[in-house]
């Protein structure tokens, strides 16, 4: 269900936060957030001057939140010793008058965790959407309290903090310097970035740090924009935990346009973001 990355492990050594076979994914563990990322303020969006009306997935906010994909039942396809495709179709739905197939690959290799995803339009007009993901990394056996965030982001976008959409636009981010490194212990985030610049290899990189090693969240520089997320705790285990939501647009971007991407009709679009233990 909803292709969710459940487990992401090296020599026995979790770098993903994790949930049982057969439970539903906790507070959105390793979902995929297709044709949206985070929320659509009020569940409606404007297309060609006519006011579309979404399924409130959020009833407490009156939003829709985090795509249409979630819940789906999605086949699985190509595989071989290293990966797996795959994919569902999904077709018009309230407030959503497009039919479309998303893939999902997830590739392991010597690199770590390398996710692509696909979106085909399959309906006769151009389909705006966004692509995300909601991973929640783990710094192999260290405590999150005792790691450095860094991240990719050169701006931040304030959001409401009853509605969690946006209230204002993204300013530089003047409060942190995530380039150099934050201590995690001294943050707590909800809190969606963005102008995130790639590095030196052209992927765009946030990391989660600490005394000998840590994890990496890559992204193709399309994924211009991260959410992150700390929660006090994560079911089945003690302590914090940390998302960290690559997406290639913001929130409420089908009510504000930034940077949706637009697929015409017949045609596709791929993009790729991973995970990689650091030493």
Known sequence: MGATLRVLELGG???????????????????????????????????????????VTEP??????????????????ERTEDSVTLSVVVDRRP???????ATMTYLVDDNGLTVTHGVRNLCADPMPFGVGAHPYPRPGALDVDDCVLRLAATTHLP???EKMVPSGPA???????????????SL?????????EPGPDGLVHHSLTGPGGGVEVWADPVFGWVQVYTPDSFPGRP??????????????????GTDL??????????????????S
């Open 171 to 185: 300013t530089p981010i003047t409060e942190h310097d995530f380039a150099a490194g934050v201590p995690l212990r």
């Open 239 to 256: 302590g914090r935990a940390v998302a960290i939501e690559p997406m290639t647009c913001p929130p409420d971007a089908l009510n504000s």
């Open 188 to 196: 707590t985030l909800d809190d969606a970035f963005g102008g995130c």
């Open 13 to 55: 050594v979790a770098y993903a936060e994790t949930f049982d076979a057969g439970e539903p994914a906790p507070m959105g563990a390793g979902a995929v957030l297709v044709p949206w990322p985070n929320r659509v303020a009020g569940a409606t969006w404007p297309l060609e001057g006519v006011v579309q009306h979404l399924n």
């Open 261 to 278: 991407l637009t697929v015409a009709p017949g045609d596709g679009w791929t993009g790729s973001w991973g995970m990689r233990s650091v």
């Open 159 to 161: 959001l409401d903090p």
């Open 95 to 101: 407030g959503w008058p497009f039919t479309f197939e």
């Open 60 to 77: 407490e906010r009156g939003n829709a939140s985090h795509g249409l994909v979630r819940k789906e039942l999605w086949t699985a396809g």
